[in-house]
Structures are given as C-alpha cells and as structure tokens.
C-alpha cells in the first residue's frame, strides 16, 4: 500500500496509512489490521482511552458486511 508511516489511530504503533478520499485514511497496522478511518474519528481519537478506540475498531468490524473493509467512524465509539 503506498503511503506514509504514521502511528496508528488505534494502538500508536507504526502503520501505513494513505488517504482514501477526502475524509478517510486508510491504515494498514500489524496489530489492528487493514481498516479505514474517518477524519472526524481520527480527531476524536485523540481523547480517547486505547480500550475505547478498540472498542470502536471491533464495533466497524461487526458492522462491516462479509468481504468489505471495516470504516470506523465517531458513530463506532462507545
């Protein structure tokens, strides 16, 4: 995946990470996996215990439909 190293907006480890459109990043982290992200949750992240934002991260999960990539929003935050 083409794209900068960043730190993961889930866990803060290391992730490539590259805009997908205009309000979203794409991760792809060792540890969390590939995922995308909104701007929006990516700020608020920012406040958030990491049990929170994995929280939110498995709530994209189960939302997602079979085969589809998990998007994880402020909506995803518990």
């Known amino acids: 995946m083409p794209g900068a190293t960043i ?3 889930i866990c803060n480890q290391p992730a490539r990470a590259a805009p997908v459109f205009a309000d979203f990043l794409h991760f792809d982290c060792t540890a969390c996996g590939q995922f995308r992200a909104s ?4 700020e608020q992240a920012k406040d958030l215990p990491m049990d929170a934002r994995r929280q939110a991260l498995q709530n994209a999960v189960v939302r997602a439909q079979y085969g589809a990539m998990s998007v994880v929003t402020t909506y995803d935050v518990p």
């Open 7 to 9: 730190a993961c907006v």
């Open 39 to 42: 701007a929006s949750f990516i």
